[in-house]
Structure formats: structure tokens, C-alpha cells
């Protein structure tokens, strides 16, 4: 393989590989400019490709293995927003609240139904490439971004409507202003409560379509805990795109890139240790993270719950 | 709410709310299992026996579930001390990782050290090696203000990454088709407690560390700096209280206690290094200091309860057959049902 044709394959493959975080960051985007820390990213996204993989399974459709991503994902989110936003608990903790009972309950449905409790194997055909005619023949380009899987595309779409959502459209602009003020907000006649109630209800759907892509699109089969980390990077993305979908798609495709060289870089048989070279995507978004520092600049009413006076 | 919301909601509760909703929370998040027990076609009364009996039917059970809690115990009073200043540290599984590796490290080296020597040296290389991770995490925060879920999360899969490195290399066992390291020298084994069961001296260990976590914090003025940062910043800055300090200072003592709890799990269960060995441990730990309030005592039942639990839990599902992950789901339960309540009475004593 020359090193043109091995350069366009790694791109290739960090796009594919940013796709599940990019959903993911999107949806955190939505959640955390709204006021709401997005730290259950993880367990929505494990609820979601556990959800598409069973009702994928069963029904026979990759429809529906997409319709119950979204559902388990927004499950998963109401207790997020309920505990957050009706009772004001706090944000972080709750969140790896919620990424604990994901995992217990995905691998105890995975269990559940067997006899002796042994995990059932569910498998569904993953989702093909679609190739967009022309544009696929594309030299470079067309192998690095058009002959992809039907939601990496779907990512992109999402990523243009939320982008034009936040900055252009007046609910946009609402969602903002109760992440920045929620008081103010207030003040003229929005209900945080409810605006953050919906952000993170968004925020579930879209982190669950992030977990369909890695088990409709990515392996055609559920393991326990499989998101592994995935929604913690995606938290890590969104910092590094200062809460912005264009530069959080830049972050994820960072971190997209540090594991498709880190996958290839170990079937290469260098003299380096495969656990070394399994530490790079986590050594980078750690050095990425210190790196940009105190520049971040997060929504400034992050983390604080609104009550009324 | 923040963390030092969180903190300072129990200063104004006192000790019986959060015991009260501790309580309230299991047993919602018991009955929820239930219900799940019951979906899967099984009898949950059945099941609940089981894992009854399978926590304390015997001595035998007694110990491993002593033996399961130790750990808990010790890294849930760590995290407990770092909410309150203001620290969700999720770091526990890789200051974990490291620990067992320093321990296994420096008893594979001295295997003709004395038998009660060993342990300690290996305890304390442990405690040693969870520090470095735990305040490398803290200077990161500090420095970078990178937030420290993130950070020790990172750490974490680089800790459990870096105890695969060494098992595949110089501390791996030769043909062993699996990652571990060879047996330890019977000299590092930590004694057992009661002849004749799997208990060793880790949960005294455990325990004594608990009290000493109490003892720091409400009688030391390390410890009065933690509650006075943890009730507000603004005072604390005002009494002159650095909060960079006393971060570090904290995230060491935990990492230290957990590199202790990988050195327990090492020379007490183990016998040897075995990869994965402290996967799930750092966000156990949250929840144990969540569910026990907190407070380094009341880490003592919530980590025993857990510890009981899980060990119940693997009796019913060679009983019965429902599978142990179930615990995942009563610990996330029961997590989410006590911060709710405890910002409830948070927002109560505001008004």
C-alpha cells in the first residue's frame, strides 16, 4: 500500500470513527449551551446502540433499530432532566449516575431473558456505505468523505441545522440565553425549566443516534459497556470546539484521527508496545484539554439550576 | 447545583437526612430491580433469597463480601473527602491499576523480604504510585483548569493501559495465555483474618482508614479547610483558605488510599497482577461516597452495603440465574434518587 493510498484510508477512517462523537457533542452542544452538563453522554449513547441493536434484532429493520436508539437515548435523558432540572440535583454526579445505570441495565437485558443469565448474542446487518454518485469518484475527497455510511452523512445534516439553530433562529437564541442568564430569561417571559427540559430530551436523542452508529453502522452487534469512553470524549470534543458545532466537529475528528492512527499504527508491528499505542486518542484529548486550558470559556450558567424566587 | 452545593447541602441537613434518603434510595432502587427481576421472568422474592443468603449465609460469604467491601471502603472515604472540596474525582480505577502494579513490582523484587515486612513496603509503594496519579490529575485541574471529571477519566484508561503494558512485558507471566504477572512470593500475602475463609486483614485496613478520613476531617485543620471550602469559596478565600492546596492535597490522600486498595485487591485476592483487575472501581467509588453522604463514616455502610450486595449478587445468579449487573442498576438508582433529595432539602434550607 503506498503512503497516499494509507493517508486517505486513515482519514477515511477518522471520519468514520468521529461520526458516533460527533452526534454525541451535538446533542451535549444542545444540553450544556442550555445550562445542563451533558456528563450522561456515555450512558445515552450506550442506551441507544443497546436499543437499536434489540429492536433491530427483533423487528428486522434498521428503521426501527433507529427509532428505539432515539427512544432509549430520550429515556435515559428524562431521568437526566428530571433529577436536574424539576429537582435541581446536581449535574456532574447525576450524569455518571445515569452512565452506571446504563451499564447495568443494558447488560442486564442483555442477560436477563437467558436461562442461566449467559449474555445473548444479537446481531444485525450493519448499515452499508452509500457511495454519492459522482462525488465518490472524487480523488482523496471522494474516498475520505463520500463513500460513507448512510449516518456519517446524516451527522453532517445535523451538524448545518444545529449550527443555523444556535446562531440564527429565535428559539436558538432562546436556548442560549437560559444557558447564559436563566434569570433574565426569565424575565422576559421564558420558562427555563422547560427550555432545558427539552435541550436535554435532544440531547438523549441525539447522543442515542451517536450510540446506533457504533452498533448499527460501526459492528452489527451490542457488548457490554461498548461506548467505552466515547461519550467522555465527546465531552472533551465540545471543549475543544468551545461549544460550537463547527469547531467540536474539528475536535471530534481529532480525536476521530488519533484512534484511526492509533488502530492502524498497531497493525503495522512497529517495536512499540500495543498499549502504548492504545494510550494515544486518551493522551491526546488530555494534552489537547491542557493545551487550550484557560481559554475555554464555558455557557456561564452551567451547572447552576434555576428556581424562582 | 454544584458540587459545593452538594457539599454544603449537608452541612445545613445534618447527619439523619442523608442517612434517611440513603435508606429511602436503596430501597426504591431495590424494588425498581425487582420489577426488573420480575420482567425477566423470574421471581424476585426467589431472587432477593438468594442473594440474601448468598451475602451472608455462611462465613464463607461473610468474607467475600468483607473482602468485596474493602476496597469500596477505601476509595469511597477518598472521594468522599474530594467532593468536599469541590472534586468529582472519578480516578479511583486507575490510581487503582497503578497501585496493584507498584505493589506486584516491589514484591516480585524482594522475595526474600520477611513476611510481615512485605506487605507494608508493598502497601506503601501502592499509596506511593495512587498519589503521583491522583495529584498528576490534581496539577492538570489546577493548572489547566481542565475539569477534573474529564481529567482523571483520561488518566484512568492510561493507568489501566500502562498495567497491560508491563503485563506484556517485564511483569508478565511467560505462557500464561493471559495477561498477569506470576505468582507473588507467599511473603507479600496479606494474612487472613479468620482460618479456614477467603478474609484477609485489607478490611481492618479499610476501616481503620475510614475512622482516619473522620479523624481529618473534623478534627484537623487540613480538614476544617475541606469543610469551610466545601460550605463556600467565598469564604474560604476570605479565611485565607487556598483552594489550588488543598485540592492537591486531597486528590493525593485519595489517590493514595486507592493505590493502598490496588495494593489489598493485589496481595489479598489476586495473589498476582491481572489486567483489568480494577475496571468499574472509580465510578463504585462516586457512588459510595454519594450514598454514604459524603462523610467518610458514612462511606463505612454504604461500602459494606455494596460490598454485601455484590457479593449476594453473584450467589443469585448461580442460583438462580439473574444476571449481577443488576447491582450497576440499584448503585445508579439509588444515586440519582439521593441527589435529587438531597438538593430537595438543599432548596428547603434556602428558604
Given at each position: 500500500m503506498s503512503v497516499e493510498t494509507a493517508l486517505v484510508e486513515l482519514l477515511a477512517a477518522a471520519v468514520r470513527i468521529a461520526t458516533p462523537l460527533f452526534f454525541a457533542a451535538l446533542g451535549g452542544i444542545l444540553s450544556?449551551?442550555?445550562?445542563?452538563?451533558?456528563?450522561?453522554?456515555?450512558?445515552?449513547?450506550?442506551?441507544?446502540?443497546?436499543?437499536?441493536?434489540?429492536?433491530?434484532?427483533?423487528?428486522?429493520?434498521?428503521?426501527?433499530?433507529?427509532?428505539?436508539?432515539?427512544?432509549?437515548?430520550?429515556?435515559?435523558?428524562?431521568?437526566?432532566?428530571?433529577?436536574?432540572?424539576?429537582?435541581?440535583?446536581?449535574?456532574?454526579?447525576?450524569?455518571?449516575?445515569?452512565?452506571?445505570?446504563?451499564?447495568?441495565?443494558?447488560?442486564?437485558?442483555?442477560?436477563?431473558?437467558?436461562?442461566?443469565?449467559?449474555?445473548?448474542?444479537?446481531?444485525?446487518?450493519v448499515l452499508a456505505a452509500w457511495p454519492v454518485p459522482g462525488l465518490a469518484e472524487?480523488?482523496?475527497?471522494?474516498?475520505?468523505?463520500?463513500?460513507?455510511?448512510?449516518?456519517?452523512?446524516?451527522?453532517?445534516?445535523?451538524?448545518?441545522?444545529?449550527?443555523?439553530?444556535?446562531?440564527?433562529?429565535?428559539?436558538?437564541?432562546?436556548?442560549?440565553?437560559?444557558?447564559?442568564?436563566?434569570?433574565?430569561?426569565?424575565?422576559?417571559?421564558?420558562?427555563?425549566?422547560?427550555?432545558?427540559?427539552?435541550?436535554?430530551?435532544?440531547?438523549?436523542?441525539?447522543?442515542?443516534?451517536?450510540?446506533?452508529?457504533?452498533?448499527l453502522q460501526q459492528v452489527g452487534t451490542f457488548t457490554d459497556a461498548m461506548t467505552n469512553g466515547r461519550g467522555y470524549i465527546a465531552l472533551a470534543a465540545i471543549i475543544v470546539g468551545r461549544w460550537l458545532p463547527g469547531g467540536t466537529l474539528l475536535g471530534c475528528l481529532l480525536f476521530g484521527a488519533a484512534d484511526a492512527l492509533q488502530l492502524r499504527v498497531q497493525s503495522l508491528r512497529l517495536p512499540v508496545s500495543s498499549y502504548v499505542i492504545q494510550m494515544t486518542p486518551y493522551v491526546v484529548a488530555l494534552v489537547v484539554l491542557a493545551g487550550l486550558g484557560r481559554s475555554a470559556r464555558l455557557p456561564a450558567a452551567l451547572g447552576t439550576p434555576f428556581r424562582r424566587e | 447545583m454544584t458540587a459545593a452545593a452538594l457539599a454544603r447541602s449537608f452541612a445545613v441537613g445534618g447527619a439523619a437526612r442523608p442517612l434517611a434518603s440513603?435508606?429511602?434510595?436503596?430501597?426504591?432502587?431495590?424494588?425498581?430491580?425487582?420489577?426488573?427481576?420480575?420482567?425477566?421472568?423470574?421471581?424476585?422474592?426467589?431472587?432477593?433469597?438468594?442473594?440474601?443468603?448468598?451475602?451472608?449465609?455462611?462465613?464463607?460469604?461473610?468474607?467475600?463480601?468483607?473482602?468485596?467491601?474493602?476496597?469500596?471502603?477505601?476509595?469511597?472515604?477518598?472521594?468522599?473527602?474530594?467532593?468536599?472540596?469541590?472534586?468529582?474525582?472519578?480516578?479511583?480505577?486507575?490510581?487503582?491499576?497503578?497501585?496493584?502494579?507498584?505493589?506486584?513490582?516491589?514484591?516480585?523484587?524482594?522475595?526474600?523480604?520477611?513476611?510481615?515486612?512485605?506487605?507494608?513496603?508493598?502497601?506503601?509503594?501502592?499509596?506511593g504510585a495512587g498519589a503521583v496519579w491522583g495529584g498528576l490529575a490534581a496539577l492538570v485541574r489546577l493548572k489547566r483548569r481542565v475539569h477534573e471529571v474529564l481529567v482523571t477519566l483520561l488518566l484512568n484508561f492510561v493507568g489501566v493501559l500502562i498495567v497491560g503494558e508491563v503485563l506484556h512485558g517485564e511483569l508478565g507471566e511467560p505462557g500464561a495465555g493471559f495477561p498477569q504477572s506470576p505468582l507473588l512470593p507467599a511473603a507479600g500475602w496479606l494474612p487472613r483474618l479468620v482460618r479456614g475463609t477467603d478474609l484477609h486483614v485489607g478490611i481492618l485496613v479499610a476501616v481503620a482508614a475510614v475512622v482516619a478520613c473522620h479523624l481529618v476531617l473534623w478534627r484537623t485543620p487540613f480538614g476544617?479547610?475541606?469543610?469551610?471550602?466545601?460550605?463556600?469559596?467565598?469564604?474560604?478565600?476570605?479565611?485565607?483558605?487556598?483552594?489550588?492546596?488543598?485540592?492537591?492535597?486531597?486528590?493525593?490522600?485519595?489517590?493514595?488510599?486507592?493505590?493502598?486498595?490496588?495494593?489489598?485487591?493485589?496481595?489479598?485476592?489476586?495473589?498476582?497482577?491481572?489486567?483489568?483487575?480494577?475496571?468499574?472501581?472509580?465510578?463504585?467509588?462516586?457512588?459510595?461516597?454519594?450514598?454514604?453522604?459524603?462523610?467518610?463514616?458514612?462511606?463505612?455502610?454504604?461500602?459494606?452495603?455494596?460490598?454485601?450486595?455484590?457479593?449476594?449478587?453473584?450467589?443469585?445468579?448461580?442460583?438462580?440465574?439473574?444476571?449481577?449487573?443488576?447491582?450497576?442498576?440499584?448503585?445508579?438508582?439509588?444515586?440519582?434518587?439521593?441527589l435529587a433529595a438531597m438538593a430537595l432539602s438543599a432548596a428547603r434550607a434556602r428558604v
Open positions: 450544556e449551551r442550555a445550562g445542563v452538563f451533558a456528563v450522561g453522554l456515555e450512558g445515552m449513547m450506550l442506551a441507544g446502540a443497546f436499543g437499536g441493536v434489540l429492536a433491530g434484532h427483533l423487528a428486522g429493520s434498521a428503521a426501527a433499530g433507529l427509532a428505539a436508539s432515539v427512544a432509549a437515548g430520550v429515556l435515559l435523558a428524562l431521568l437526566v432532566a428530571v433529577a436536574t432540572v424539576r429537582f435541581g440535583a446536581d449535574q456532574m454526579v447525576t450524569g455518571l449516575a445515569v452512565n452506571i445505570l446504563a451499564v447495568g441495565l443494558t447488560s442486564f437485558l442483555l442477560r436477563g431473558f437467558a436461562a442461566r443469565g449467559e449474555a445473548a448474542t444479537l446481531r444485525v446487518p472524487v480523488p482523496v475527497l471522494g474516498v475520505v468523505l463520500f463513500r460513507q455510511p448512510p449516518l456519517t452523512y446524516a451527522a453532517v445534516v445535523f451538524g448545518v441545522l444545529i449550527a443555523v439553530f444556535l446562531a440564527r433562529t429565535r428559539a436558538g437564541l432562546t436556548l442560549r440565553a437560559v444557558g447564559e442568564n436563566p434569570a433574565a430569561a426569565f424575565a422576559v417571559g421564558v420558562e427555563p425549566a422547560r427550555v432545558r427540559l427539552a435541550a436535554v430530551l435532544a440531547c438523549g436523542a441525539l447522543a442515542g443516534l451517536g450510540g446506533a452508529v457504533l452498533s | 440513603a435508606v429511602l434510595g436503596i430501597a426504591v432502587a431495590l424494588g425498581t430491580a425487582a420489577l426488573l427481576v420480575l420482567l425477566s421472568g423470574r421471581n424476585p422474592v426467589v431472587a432477593y433469597l438468594a442473594l440474601l443468603g448468598g451475602a451472608v449465609g455462611t462465613p464463607d460469604r461473610v468474607a467475600v463480601a468483607l473482602n468485596k467491601a474493602t476496597p469500596y471502603l477505601l476509595t469511597g472515604a477518598g472521594v468522599a473527602l474530594c467532593f468536599r472540596a469541590r472534586i468529582v474525582n472519578i480516578g479511583a480505577e486507575g490510581q487503582i491499576a497503578l497501585g496493584g502494579l507498584a505493589a506486584t513490582w516491589l514484591a516480585l523484587r524482594l522475595p526474600q523480604a520477611p513476611a510481615v515486612v512485605l506487605p507494608v513496603l508493598c502497601a506503601l509503594a501502592g499509596a476544617f479547610r475541606l469543610r469551610v471550602l466545601g460550605a463556600s469559596e467565598g469564604a474560604a478565600r476570605y479565611a485565607g483558605i487556598g483552594a489550588a492546596r488543598a485540592t492537591l492535597s486531597v486528590m493525593m490522600l485519595a489517590g493514595a488510599l486507592a493505590g493502598v486498595a490496588g495494593a489489598i485487591e493485589v496481595l489479598g485476592v489476586h495473589y498476582r497482577l491481572i489486567e483489568g483487575f480494577s475496571q468499574g472501581f472509580g465510578f463504585a467509588a462516586v457512588s459510595i461516597a454519594l450514598i454514604g453522604g459524603l462523610s467518610p463514616l458514612g462511606v463505612l455502610p454504604a461500602g459494606l452495603f455494596f460490598g454485601f450486595l455484590e457479593s449476594g449478587a453473584l450467589a443469585m445468579q448461580r442460583a438462580v440465574g439473574v444476571p449481577t449487573p443488576l447491582v450497576s442498576v440499584i448503585q445508579g438508582l439509588t444515586m440519582i434518587f439521593v
